[in-house]
């Protein structure tokens, strides 16, 4: 692939040079080689973008709702035909496997856009309370801050709801993974959304974030990101008294019940692998604390040991991988060390380490690790460490499994796994997170997305994300 340069932003309908000459470089992270570079936003960049969705806001908001879900769908169909393309960009920024770029971060994002022609059908933007009309408005102009590991689909979680509610937008995507959000927008300039509804500025988070969040034109920020980087949006916004939607970090427990046995358990934790290693455990919603009955804790590492295997960690290009390399040297670097002090706690490690993968000479490459004997006072039972490393924690009766459980000071996901969906539906109730999921339950794309305690607030997908971006007006007639 040659060296792509982006070096426009993308506002009001036109493509438009920075108002100065910083750049970023985009790492391939198998090669560790830069391939791409793009535009550092500053301020005043921010301001332009602002400024154009301030302006487009009057007219945007007057377009009949069914117009704008018509934008959503085309947008759908563009990304549909693109779709190879925008894989393997974002394999090449972000290391996941090919396949999966394809078809989770390509594929929800083309789902999330033409799932905004149902979803309004949900949504009641007028109602009345005797005489009193109530009507649900557009915020107004929103900041939307995404994250680097599920970066086109982030974007869309977004975007498709606050533009289909009335709003503009200005997007500053990850530094990390921009390159995704330039073929996004140049899908918006194709099927001719009207200029200014949708603003792209790259930049860096303590530059063009902060001056987005700050912005006294701006009304709402959606974040996705970690948390201490939450705290940090909230503070700057809570000066204009924004509205903020959070979508922040987590540390998810996966609990495996007493009367759990035989293929059930086997199934259990063989899919707890998954649920923490998928995208190379760069998830807020991974599955990292596995907590097992201690009197099946042997069989459940002989499960994890055999599992582990399948895990084929290499060029997320090749077919057969499953692991491909973590996003960047920093995050590389950062997991290695909490891998170092999980050994340090005195956490029995049975899979992995701290060194890379012998067939691996380059690449933010870090081997899938598992910990056992893990205590909940340990760091690596606390800290979200965005990385492929399961930590298994034993319990002695069902109440020590909720208490661990809850022990955390996130609530985004989670699971319970039972032979008893009742009894297990009645342990999920009890536990502090915004989305678990009982025994094998799969989500629907259109349920909430949101968390508990620091996993922030806010929900995304379907009606719940839609109704984020409205606000409620009441006529009394």
């Keep these: 692939m040659a060296f792509i340069t982006r070096n426009q932003f993308y506002i009001d309908g036109k493509w438009v040079d920075p108002t100065s000459d910083g750049t970023i470089e985009v790492t391939d992270p198998t090669t560790e080689k830069a391939f791409a570079r793009v535009p550092a936003g500053a301020a005043p960049d921010i301001d332009l973008a602002v400024e154009a969705a301030a302006v487009a806001l009057a007219g945007w908001s007057e377009v009949d709702v069914s117009r704008r879900v018509t934008f959503c769908s085309a947008i759908a169909d563009a990304l549909t035909k693109r779709s190879d393309e925008l894989a393997e960009i974002i394999t090449r920024e972000l ?8 078809h989770v971060q390509v594929g929800l994002a083309i789902r999330t856009f033409s799932s905004m022609a149902t979803v309004v059908d949900d949504v009641r933007f007028e109602e009345y309370i005797g005489s009193t009309k109530v009507v649900r408005t557009p915020i107004g102009v929103v900041g939307a801050i995404t994250p680097w590991n599920y970066p086109l689909h982030q974007i869309a979680a977004k975007i498709a709801p606050a533009i289909v509610a009335g709003n503009t937008v200005v997007l500053k995507p990850s530094e990390v993974t ?8 140049e899908i918006f300039d194709e099927v001719g959304l009207p200029a200014g509804v949708v603003n792209v500025v790259t930049g860096y988070g303590a530059v063009a974030g902060e001056r987005l969040a700050e912005h006294p034109l701006v009304d709402m920020v959606s974040f996705t990101g970690s948390t201490g980087a939450g705290r940090r949006v909230s503070e700057i916004a809570a000066r204009t008294v924004k509205r903020t939607a959070l979508e922040l970090g987590g540390k998810s427990a996966n609990v495996i019940l007493s009367d759990v046995e035989g293929e059930l358990l086997q199934k259990a934790v063989t899919d707890a692998l998954g649920a923490c290693f998928y995208n190379s ?13 201690r009197e099946k804790l042997s069989e459940v590492e002989a499960i994890l040991k055999d599992g582990v295997a399948t895990f084929t960690v290499g060029n997320p290009f090749h077919a057969g991988t499953r692991l491909g390399p973590l996003v960047s040297k920093i995050q590389r670097d950062r997991v290695r060390e909490h891998i170092e002090r999980g050994e340090k706690e005195g956490a029995r490690l049975i899979a992995g380490g701290p060194t890379p993968p012998a067939h691996l000479d380059e690449g933010y490459f870090v081997r899938p690790t598992i910990f056992s004997g893990v205590t909940a006072e340990m760091s690596i039972a606390q800290d979200e460490i965005f990385g492929p490393v399961l930590t298994v924690l034993a319990y002695d009766d069902e109440e020590d499994a909720l208490h661990i459980a809850n022990d955390s000071e996130y609530g985004l996901s989670g699971g319970v796994w039972s032979s008893d969906v009742a009894k297990a539906e009645r342990f999920a109730r009890r536990v ?26 806010g929900r995304e997908y379907g009606k719940f994300g839609l109704e984020e971006f409205l606000s409620t007006q009441a006529l009394y007639l």
């Design 281 to 293: 455990g760069q998830t807020c919603t991974a599955l990292t604390r596995l907590v097992v009955p």
């Design 178 to 185: 921009p390159l995704n959000a330039f073929i996004l927008a």
């Design 95 to 102: 290391g996941m496997p090919l396949d999966s770029s394809k």
């Design 432 to 457: 502090r997170t915004g989305m678990i999921k009982i025994n094998d339950g799969e989500p629907h794309p259109d349920s909430p997305f949101g968390g508990f305690k620091q996993s922030g607030h």
